[in-house]
């Protein structure tokens, strides 16, 4: 099969863990025990978050002293997907010895008239105490929201429209090569009159961007693996309970946090809808169980997986 996976920030970088790239690079190798074992059966492309890392970027720039301004958020998108592109194409390029291996700095258009600018909602960076993220604010412009327990900087989130690169991508899965593209959801750039490219001030959510990409690239599975084991109904309370099979039709119904399982649920509803093919939210080391079947939140047009055609 030719399957995409979008990986959650934990992939890269637990909650309270120092964001030291010896922490990332120890994370990263332990993600790719089970992504190579994915790159042996199907043809895959890798997609990765990069909140943590542009929080930690965006706080150094603008603190530079030797910068008139700090550098945009597009830039920063930039750097972070060349940075985790190259621990992740290295671990890999050691787990598959002999097989091709690319990370992409790839850009991912949006609208300039997108609500998203006017209302900042995507979490980045570090997470702090409500009051530290309000002296921030303050001292930085920031805006900062409640996520959890924490309160983190928040920045606007444009729906993706296309990935600018996905035509490069498809020609180089088909040849055979595991691609590593769309980090962060992909760089943020705007089309002007003369169709000439800008980068904007923004960061996209990568589950929605996986979810676009999975579709252009005719994916057959599309996977957000997570450190959840399966979406759960009622999450919180003494109803709550995991989600196995389901379809778009069945999670649209229940209400999920915008700022955690919300996008995520939103992503593979979308896949799913479109393309009539299974999408599905898990733990990252049950990659292969979920494509049996066997572990996940099983998105389907009919709730039912594997089909036949599959096995």
């Known amino acids: 099969m030719r399957v995409i996976v979008a990986l959650g920030g934990n992939a890269l970088l637990e909650r309270g863990q120092k964001p030291d790239a010896e922490n990332q690079i120890a994370n990263v190798a332990v993600a790719v025990k089970t992504l190579a074992k994915l790159a042996e059966k199907h043809e895959l492309i890798i997609t990765h978050g990069n909140g943590p890392q542009v929080g930690v970027l965006a706080l150094e720039s603008t603190s530079d002293q030797n910068l008139t301004k700090p550098y945009p958020l597009d830039t920063i998108g930039a750097e972070t997907q060349g940075m985790i592109g190259y621990w992740m194409l290295q671990s890999l390029q050691n787990a598959l010895p002999g097989r091709q291996v690319t990370a992409m700095v790839t850009q991912t258009l949006v609208s300039a008239v997108d609500p998203a600018f006017d209302n900042p909602t995507k979490f980045v960076g570090q997470v702090y105490d409500q009051s530290e993220a ?68 923004a960061v996209i959510d990568k589950d929605l961007t996986a979810s676009m990409l999975a579709e252009a690239l005719e994916c057959d599975a599309f996977l957000i693996l997570t450190d959840v084991p399966r979406v759960m109904r009622d999450f919180g309370t003494p109803q709550q309970a995991e989600i196995a099979h389901t379809t778009p039709h069945e999670l649209r119904a229940i209400d999920f946090p915008a700022g955690s399982m919300g996008p995520k649920v939103e992503a593979v509803c979308r896949f799913v809808e479109t393309t009539g093919d299974m999408a599905a939210i898990g733990k990252l080391d049950q990659a292969e169980q979920i494509l049996e079947g066997s572990a996940g939140t099983i998105v389907t047009p009919g709730a039912t997986w594997p089909l036949a055609s599959t096995l």
Do not use: C, F, N
């Open 134 to 201: 309000e002296k921030l604010a303050e001292e930085y412009g920031w805006t900062v929201k409640p996520d959890g327990q924490y309160w983190r900087r928040v920045v606007p989130s444009p729906t993706p429209q296309r990935v600018v690169e996905t035509r490069l991508i498809r020609k180089m899965v088909r040849d055979g090569v595991v691609v590593i593209a769309g980090g962060g959801g992909g760089v943020p750039v705007i089309r002007d009159a003369q169709g000439r490219l800008a980068g904007v001030e």
